[in-house]
């Protein structure tokens, strides 16, 4: 079963992800859409709540840097 941090972080990091796709799509650019739909799929994938938070941050820094 999941940490609480755990939950926290993938109900962030999703939330984060869906507004990302969902700007993304709206306005045709596949970078937010990419980085978007990551942010919602990786933290099935990943278990240990730094690397969680890490990639997710690292995530959400790209998002940041590579916007159009």
């Known amino acids: 079963m999941p940490t609480p941090a755990v939950l926290f972080a993938a109900l962030i990091f999703g939330t984060i992800g869906f507004v990302a796709f969902r ?30 938070y890490g990639i997710g941050c690292a995530l959400c820094v790209g998002l940041f840097i590579f916007r159009d």
């Open 23 to 52: 700007y993304g799509k709206k306005d045709m650019l596949w970078t937010p859409m990419a980085i978007g739909a990551t942010l919602m799929v990786y933290p099935y994938f990943v278990s240990q709540t730094w690397l969680l």
